[in-house]
């Protein structure tokens, strides 16, 4: 009989032992997957949240307006863009004879793309969407200003009426407008510059034979838009 209860003891030990083994392994199989199962959600929240980052910027990035405009031989067009934001004014855009320009406007900066003539910028003022015009020679900007830039084909003429102007030099080997500067310039009111090749000159003061403004518009019938 000590034998047999021995025995059992043995027995009844080794199963307890067993079942506690058991218990421990399938303890740590569950600890793993729970582990898995959070990591697998921390990595799914990341990428849920760079998804929605980038879904954000390309929406920052994309334009709420678009247009463009060209004028004829003899025509001057007048043109109030969609930029306006109470308080503030609409900036207001006015074309030379044979001028052309493309608008685009972001929703934390406003762009316009000249291709040529001669455009009169009477620029809203707008610290959160800054106000560039993008020549084949240099890049301008501004927050609230009046300006001219004049495109014949030679130089790239920039002179400010009321305001500061920021102008970018491209550079003669610029690939695009976004790409670093050759030279910045800042012009004050009544100043000009003018850049040909990829330079620019010295600054001059305006005066009376090379007026900022050109006024020479004044005589030419004019075309009014909103847009």
Not at 78 to 84: H, M, Q, S, Y
């Amino acid at each position: 009989h000590t034998a047999y209860r021995r025995q059992r003891q043995m027995c009844i030990r080794d199963r307890f032992q067993e079942t506690a083994l058991l218990a421990d392994r399938a303890s740590r199989s569950t600890q793993a997957v729970r582990r898995r199962k959070l990591l697998l959600s921390f990595a799914g929240l990341l990428g849920t949240g760079a998804l929605a980052g980038r879904g954000a910027y390309w929406y920052w990035q994309q334009p709420i307006h678009t247009s463009a405009y060209a004028t004829r031989n003899s025509q001057i067009l007048k043109i109030t863009l969609a930029d306006g934001k109470l308080p503030l004014q609409a900036s207001l855009v006015e074309l030379a004879p044979q001028s052309a320009i493309a608008v685009t406007l972001y929703r934390q900066r406003r762009s316009v793309s000249m291709a040529r003539g001669e455009v009169r910028f009477d620029v809203a003022p707008d610290p959160d969407r800054p106000f560039e015009v993008i020549t084949r020679e240099a890049r301008i900007e501004v927050v609230g200003t009046v300006f001219t830039v004049r495109d014949r084909g030679g130089p790239v003429t920039v002179g400010v009426e009321h305001g500061h102007v920021r102008v970018r030099v491209l550079g003669r080997d610029a690939q695009d407008a976004t790409g670093p500067a050759a030279a910045t310039l800042d012009l004050l009111p009544g100043q000009i510059v003018y850049i040909r090749n990829g330079q620019a000159e010295a600054v001059r003061q305006a005066d009376a034979a090379t007026p900022v403004s050109y006024t020479h518009l004044r005589a030419h019938e004019t075309d009014s838009y909103v847009v």
